[in-house]
């Protein structure tokens, strides 16, 4: 007989991510490690100067999960970076803004 070893239990409970707005704007409860990665797009039009990014959640089976897109501010001087919940709609009158970052 072939014993397969158990697999321990994580004892960080899942991360729920449906509600991107509600997760973006709560912290991460006490404990719990939320691996992410921020990847930087700069292909398109205007974007080489300003090159979108967005945060990725990296779940243990490999999976992504997309939760925030970035890009600076084109009239602004000094560095602000406008926050959203949509990849798409980078604007801050959109109802996916967030913030922005100084």
Same mark, same amino acid.
């Given at each position: ?24 704007? @709560? ?10 990665? &921020?990847?930087? +797009?700069?292909?398109?039009?205007? $974007? !080489? ?21 970035? @890009? ?10 406008? &926050?959203?919940? +949509?990849?798409?709609?980078?604007? $801050? !009158? ?9």
């Amino acid at each position: 007989e072939v014993a397969s070893a158990p697999i321990p239990p994580t004892n960080e409970p899942a991360i729920d991510v449906e509600d991107l707005e509600e997760f973006s704007l @709560r912290p991460a409860p006490q404990g719990v490690r939320v691996k992410c990665r &921020i990847t930087r +797009d700069k292909k398109g039009m205007d $974007r !080489g100067m300003y090159p979108t990014y967005y945060l990725h959640l990296e779940r243990e089976d490999g999976k992504k999960v997309f939760l925030l897109a970035g @890009r600076k501010r084109k009239k602004s001087k000094t560095s602000n970076y406008l &926050i959203s919940i +949509d990849p798409t709609d980078l604007s $801050r !009158g959109g109802e996916s803004f967030i913030g922005k970052l100084r």
